[in-house]
Structure formats: structure tokens, C-alpha cells
């Protein structure tokens, strides 16, 4: 069976700190494919990254980073400087042949002024 | 980018109604979904479907129907509404093509409240 872990249901940050959000899953498949998603107030869960199973190379995009160790099951968020506009619910989800994605609890991440 | 479309942002149904969410995707995704979001539970999938007139069950269908009669257009139906179905339901479409797992995208959601 295939389960996401969050294990921060909510964090309070105060702005230009750091932070990161941790994601652990479990599978049997050797194959599969993980996502970080974006549920700003308003709603729309919005796609913000995808990492295969083969490639544990992490990756930077402006004040975000995803660290993924297969070794510990995680792929965890961080990120840098953090500002109100990153005030929003984090879901760590995981996919076999997309056709079943398991989502995490999520994470509500609160950026004080 | 792909516009994932819910017919309502907010809805207040009585028990025992007959409920119908709508959901039009513009991209020509093969691939369509129904989650409902829950607080502590996140996203749990209900139906999904990877073509016309075909679905899925997904893990929690109890309570629930769907239907996709055109490429574009995935229907959730309440058969018969209860408390318990007061939840925000998330519509998701996806490509399938070459890549099986290319990412979800959502709508705006509909909170379904039913008194």
C-alpha cells in the first residue's frame, strides 16, 4: 500500500526565515513519482514540482528546494527566505502510474509580517 | 495553461437531495478525478476516469456516482445527500500521452455543505 506522511500539520514562521516541510512515503513499487502541490486561500491546489524515482538529484527554483533521499523515504521542501505570499496549505504527494495519487495531510504554513 | 472548471464555489444542499458537480476541463485530458478534502485527512479520491463513459472507483466511492459522457466533462453525483458528505470536493485532470505521470491539475473546488 502506498501512504504519504506529514507529519507538521501547521507551522508559524515570521517572514525571511527558512523553513522546511517534510514529506515521508511509503511504497513497494520501484517506479514512481513524487509531487509537491500549493493550496493558497483561494482554493486551487497548484503544481509545483515532480521528481522521478531514478532521479535523486535535488533541485532549486528561486527560494524553493526539494531535498528527495530515497535512502530515508523523503522529500522534503525548504524554503529560503520565506514571505506572507508563501502562506498556504503544502501537500507531499506520491504516484505509481498516475492514475492514483495518494496526497499527505498536508502542511498549513503560516508567514508572519 | 489548463483551466480546470467546477460549476459552483459554494453549495447548500438539504439531506436526501440529489446533488450534481460539474467539472469541464479545456486541455483535452485524458484523465479526470474526483478528490474530496477533508481537514487532517487530505485529499481523498472518489472517482476517477480515464476516458468517455469509462470510470474507476477510487478509495472512499460510497455515497457517490459519476459520469462522463464527453472528454471534457466529469460529473460527481450525491445520489442522496447526507451530513456527512459536507466536505470541499476538488476536481483534477491529467494527460496521460506518453508520460503516466504528468502532474494533476485542479479547480477551484466546491464547498458542499448539507444541512
Known amino acids: 500500500a502506498q501512504k504519504v506522511t506529514q507529519a507538521q500539520t501547521e507551522i508559524s514562521v515570521v517572514e525571511k526565515e527558512d523553513v522546511t516541510l517534510d514529506c515521508v512515503y511509503e511504497?513497494?513499487?520501484?517506479?514512481?513519482?513524487l509531487f509537491w502541490y500549493k493550496q493558497p486561500p483561494s482554493g486551487e491546489l497548484v503544481f509545483l514540482i515532480r521528481?522521478?524515482?531514478?532521479?535523486?538529484q535535488n533541485e532549486i527554483s528561486g527560494r524553493y528546494s526539494w531535498n528527495f533521499q530515497k535512502s530515508t523515504s523523503s522529500f522534503n521542501f525548504t524554503i529560503t527566505a520565506s514571505q506572507v505570499v508563501d502562506s498556504a496549505v503544502y501537500f507531499c504527494a506520491l504516484s505509481h502510474y498516475g492514475q492514483n495519487f495518494v496526497f499527505g495531510p498536508g502542511t498549513r504554513l503560516s508567514v508572519l509580517p | 495553461d489548463v483551466k480546470v472548471t467546477q460549476s459552483s464555489r459554494y453549495l447548500v444542499k438539504r439531506t436526501g437531495e440529489k446533488v450534481f458537480l460539474e467539472c469541464v476541463q479545456d486541455m483535452d485530458h485524458e484523465n479526470m478525478f474526483w478528490y474530496r478534502q477533508d481537514p487532517g485527512l487530505g485529499l481523498r479520491l472518489i472517482y476517477f476516469?480515464?476516458?468517455?463513459?469509462?470510470?474507476e472507483k477510487g478509495d472512499i466511492p460510497e455515497g457517490y456516482s459519476v459520469s462522463r459522457e464527453k472528454k471534457e466533462r466529469f460529473s460527481l453525483i450525491l445520489e442522496s445527500a447526507s451530513t456527512n458528505q459536507t466536505s470541499m470536493y476538488l476536481c483534477a485532470s491529467s494527460s496521460t500521452g506518453g508520460d503516466y505521470n504528468s502532474p494533476l491539475h485542479f479547480g477551484n473546488g466546491t464547498r458542499l455543505t448539507v444541512t
Open positions: 511504497t513497494r513499487d520501484t517506479t514512481y513519482y
Open positions: 476516469s480515464y476516458d468517455v463513459k469509462m470510470k
Open positions: 521528481r522521478n524515482s531514478f532521479d535523486e
